[in-house]
């Protein structure tokens, strides 16, 4: 079906294991997003990229990894996951011309770290 | 990018019109009036937007002081369906790829 996925849509990890969230869209959109929510923090903003292999930071970058080989595809990495980072993270995914006004979400990722 | 003031929480008899204030006294020139929400458990979703005038579209209404320094997003009949987190934000084409969404406001459609 058309749209934005992540998967898996709800995780349970230890302290200290890597992890990889995975995002697909296919609209083709030159813009994917990261975001996480954690309760009483609103959204906030990774990392995003404008295009395959164009990637940067957002407001809360530290402890993950970002990359972008292809443009369906936006994968996000813990690489040593923290209990800080459990929350609730969601891709999103945007038009080159509309990159500015509209994103399109997907159904999030609850990631639990022990 | 301007900061927002929403009301914490609204109620609103399903079938009525639901207006959702904003507050952002401090938006300069260049900024736009971004709507989305949140249904529980879900992805937000995008509503609407404007920069001077009153917008319309298939969801909502976007209603803009002519001072620019509050809005008003207006359901026009409200379904259970609607009820959910409405988050504003202001924010410059420049920077709006880095969506900032404060708390918002939960809105309650009553049967």
């Known amino acids: 079906d058309a749209g934005i996925t992540q998967s898996p849509r709800y995780k349970i990890t230890e302290t200290g294991r890597q992890v990889t969230l995975m995002c697909h869209q296919t609209?083709?959109?030159?813009?994917m997003f990261w975001y996480r929510q954690d309760l009483g923090h609103g959204l906030r903003l990774i990392y995003y990229?404008?295009?395959?292999?164009?990637?940067d930071k957002g407001e809360v970058p530290d402890g993950y990894v970002v990359s972008r080989s292809k443009t369906e595809n936006f994968p996000l990495t813990l690489e040593s996951a923290t209990r800080s980072q459990t929350s609730v993270y969601f891709c999103?995914?945007?038009?080159?011309?509309?990159?500015?006004?509209?994103?399109?979400f997907g159904p999030g990722t609850r990631l639990t770290v022990l | 990018d301007a900061k927002t003031t929403q009301p914490t929480s609204m109620d609103c008899a399903e079938g009525r019109a639901a207006n959702l204030p904003c507050n952002h006294s401090?938006?300069?020139?260049?900024?736009?009036v971004y709507w989305y929400r949140q249904i529980h458990s879900q992805g937000p979703q995008y509503i609407i937007h404007?920069?001077?005038n009153n917008e319309t579209n298939e969801m909502a209404s976007l209603i803009i002081t002519e001072d620019r320094k509050s809005s008003t997003l207006i359901l026009p009949h409200a379904t259970l369906r609607d009820t959910a987190v409405y988050y504003c934000?202001?924010?410059?084409?420049?920077?709006?790829?880095?969506?900032?969404f404060g708390q918002g406001t939960r809105l309650t459609i009553n049967p």
């Open positions: 609209w083709s959109h030159s813009y």
């Open positions: 999103a995914s945007s038009s080159r011309d509309r990159a500015l006004l509209e994103q399109f």
């Open positions: 401090t938006i300069s020139g260049n900024e736009y």
């Open positions: 934000t202001a924010q410059g084409r420049a920077g709006a790829q880095k969506l900032v």
């Open positions: 990229s404008a295009a395959a292999d164009i990637t």
């Open positions: 404007g920069l001077k």
